[in-house]
């Protein structure tokens, strides 16, 4: 694994701009379960089943009751972990610019990041299905299951649910980028979900050099990215970081 570190640190050196695309898997160090992988929601339950937005739909006490309250309960208080820092440090040193996520926690923002493309919106914000009132998640009584805004209207998390389309501006921008990097960082995703997962394959189709980071090999892997660092991206990170300002 060290001679890779080393190697993704000098292609980052090397680098005018580097892109990351982010997954569920790098918060997983935060303490935030991935959907699929180890340990990954989707053993427990059917995503088709509590995170389409026909199921919410349907029964939105079911899927309150079941995936939102519990993804509030560990949101409300995860913490960046050094991947996360890690992302906030690169931008720091004036390598990275953008981050592309699919999650929806906030934390590359928490860490410092300032430019952060989410594909799937952010957890933090629920909106009322009935008259588009927002309100924060922390600031939601739990009490009633669905909770409602004070017009009657249920709320829901201000994120993407399967079944609903991608903000076309997040989509356009992070096509650019894909196409205009020179580096892809691509860590905790499991590339397998559209269409986020063919923003390394732009990259590379554009010349970019695409490194992976995730303990398992993934749909990209031996294909798409040049290389795969296994392993979690807090460590990685870290040597990256050690490396980078060893050679600076
Ligand atoms: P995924 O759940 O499909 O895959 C997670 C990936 O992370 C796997 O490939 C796994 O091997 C890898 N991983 C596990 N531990 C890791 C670690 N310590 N370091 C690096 N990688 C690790 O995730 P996905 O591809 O992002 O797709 C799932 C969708 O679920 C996303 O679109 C996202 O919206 C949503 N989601 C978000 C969160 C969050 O916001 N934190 C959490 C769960 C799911
Ligand atoms: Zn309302």
Excluded at 6 to 29: C, H, M, N, W
Excluded at 109 to 127: L, P
Excluded at 147 to 163: A, E
């Amino acid at each position: 694994m060290d001679d890779l570190i080393k190697k993704a640190a000098e292609d980052i050196a090397a680098a005018r701009q580097v892109t990351a695309l982010t997954g569920a898997g790098i918060s997983v160090e935060s303490g935030i379960p991935p959907f699929r992988g180890k340990g990954g929601l989707w053993e427990k339950i059917d995503p088709m089943e509590y995170a389409h937005i026909d199921a919410f739909s349907r029964d939105p006490e079911k899927v309150w009751e079941v995936l939102i309250k519990g993804m509030k309960d560990i949101l409300d208080t995860a913490e960046p972990n050094d991947a996360h820092k890690g992302l906030a440090r690169l931008e720091k040193f004036g390598k990275l610019k953008t981050i592309i996520t699919q999650n929806v926690d906030g934390l590359h923002q928490t860490a410092g990041s300032t430019d952060v493309i989410e594909f799937h919106g952010n957890f933090a914000w629920q909106r009322c299905t009935d008259c588009g009132d927002r309100c924060r998640t922390s600031d939601i009584s739990m009490e009633k299951i669905p909770p409602r805004c004070h017009c009657g209207g249920i709320y829901r998390p201000d994120c993407v649910f399967f079944g609903e389309m991608i903000p076309p501006d997040a989509l356009l921008r992070s096509r650019t980028l894909a196409m205009s990097c020179d580096v892809m960082l691509v860590m905790g995703t499991s590339a397998m979900v559209q269409p986020a997962a063919y923003m390394p394959v732009l990259a590379r189709e554009n010349g970019a050099r695409v490194i992976e980071i995730n303990p398992e090999p993934t749909p990209l892997t031996g294909h798409i990215s040049d290389y795969i660092i296994q392993g979690s991206g807090g460590v990685v990170m870290n040597g990256i970081i050690a490396r980078l300002e060893g050679l600076s």
